[in-house]
C-alpha cells in the first residue's frame, strides 16, 4: 500500500475536518426536527470522534 505525502495527509485532514463539519450540521438538524434526542447526541459524537481517528 502507497503512503502518503504530508501534503496528501493534510489534504485529507482538512477533508476529514470539513466533513465532520457537515456531520455536526445533520445531526443539529435531526435534533431539531426531533429525530435525535438531544441525550443520544454527545455518544454520536463520541463514536464519531473515535471513528474518525483511525
Avoid at 2 to 21: G, I, V
Avoid at 32 to 51: D, F, M, N
Wanted: proline share 2%.
Amino acid at each position: 500500500m502507497n503512503q502518503l505525502t504530508d501534503e496528501q495527509k493534510e489534504e485529507m485532514t482538512a477533508l476529514q475536518k470539513e466533513a465532520f463539519e457537515h456531520h455536526k450540521k445533520i445531526v443539529n438538524k435531526y435534533v431539531k426536527y426531533g429525530v435525535y434526542s438531544e441525550e443520544k447526541v454527545p455518544k454520536y459524537w463520541a463514536t464519531l470522534k473515535k471513528c474518525t481517528r483511525s
